[in-house]
């Protein structure tokens, strides 16, 4: 875990070695826990349909009734 310093705007800089590990552009996500910030990459649900789409898959292969993501969205 790291200490980062707000801009005089109010702003944050993620280090660029966190940016490039976790494949950040220009936007991220931030999820506010207790204590710290946890920064994910924002996604659609496009993208998450996409990349979701082999854990589904693989789901599927132990289930009765495959899962539909085109229903959950």
């Known amino acids: 875990m790291e200490k980062v310093?707000?801009?005089?705007?109010?702003?944050l800089t993620i280090p660029a070695a966190y940016r490039e590990k976790l494949g950040l552009k220009r936007e991220a996500t931030l999820i506010l826990e207790?204590?710290?910030?946890?920064v994910c990459k924002t996604t659609t649900a496009q993208g998450f349909k996409k990349s979701s789409r082999k854990l589904a898959e693989e789901i599927a292969k132990t289930r009765d009734k495959p899962i539909d993501l085109e229903k959950l969205f």
């Open 5 to 11: 310093k707000l801009d005089k705007k109010g702003r």
């Open 34 to 38: 207790e204590d710290h910030l946890i």
